[in-house]
């Protein structure tokens, strides 16, 4: 079964740093770009990064530009989204997403999500 | 950034009635946007991908058109399972945004 599963979530204090992962499984992994998209309570979806399969290319939102950081490692079929400085803002359930092959912007499988609470 | 506009907001209708769905982009994507389906509680789920293609195991009921700035989803007959927010979703380079979502609920 093609699955994703985030972890790593959690209650921190502002100016905190928290890391999030996402375990991969069911398919191969390396073939992959991924993502990382959160979502605030009671709000829309908000995109965070993106990575090439190979590493080689990485973007962000500008919301989180600076702060977080989005890695993975194809040996283990790990994503990771390092987050530094949390805001008030960043607190929201964090989704990882595979990009679908052949599509330049969907996003076809998505974990179950993990919450980030940022708060004092 | 492309900003992505979703009408309506709300849309209340009853099971077996026709949903037609909005989405417009400030500027053009080309082909390049994808619709989600998200339920309480649950990830978002692809519906269609490059503007018209249903993803693996959706039902043949979604329907995607459009390119350029104006693009719509269509859901044929409403089956109870539908009632849901849906989220229009594009990449433009190295930046993806989504739109605000439309609820389509029961009326």
């Known amino acids: 079964e093609v699955q994703l599963v985030e972890s790593g979530g959690g209650l921190v204090q502002p100016g905190g740093s928290l890391r999030l992962s996402c375990a991969a499984s069911?398919?191969?992994?390396?073939?992959?770009?991924m993502n990382w998209v959160r979502q605030a309570p009671g709000k829309g979806l908000e995109w965070v990064s993106y990575?090439?399969?190979?590493?080689?290319?990485?973007y962000y939102a500008d919301s989180v530009k600076g702060r977080f950081t989005i890695s993975r490692d194809n040996a283990k079929n790990s994503l990771y989204l390092q987050m530094n400085s949390l805001r008030d803002e960043d607190t929201a359930v964090y989704y990882c997403?595979?990009?679908?092959?052949?599509?330049?912007?969907?996003?076809?499988?998505w974990g179950q999500g993990t919450m980030v609470t940022v708060s004092s | 950034e492309i900003v992505l506009t979703q009408s309506p907001a709300t849309l209340s209708l009853s099971p077996g009635e026709r949903a037609t769905l909005s989405c417009r982009a400030s500027?053009?994507?080309?082909?390049?946007l994808a619709w989600y389906q998200q339920k309480p509680g649950q990830a978002p789920r692809l519906l269609i991908y490059?503007?018209?293609n249903r993803a693996t195991g959706i039902p043949a009921r979604f329907s995607g058109s459009g390119s350029g700035t104006d693009f719509t989803l269509t859901i044929s007959s409403l089956e109870p399972e539908d009632f849901a927010v849906y989220y229009c979703?594009?990449?433009?380079?190295?930046?993806?945004?989504f739109g605000p979502g439309t609820k389509v609920d029961i009326k």
């Open positions: 997403a595979r990009g679908k092959l052949g599509s330049y912007e969907a996003f076809d499988i």
């Open positions: 069911g398919f191969t992994f390396s073939s992959y770009s």
């Open positions: 990575i090439s399969s190979s590493s080689s290319t990485i």
């Open positions: 500027q053009s994507v080309s082909s390049y």
């Open positions: 490059d503007a018209s």
């Open positions: 979703q594009q990449r433009s380079n190295w930046i993806f945004t």
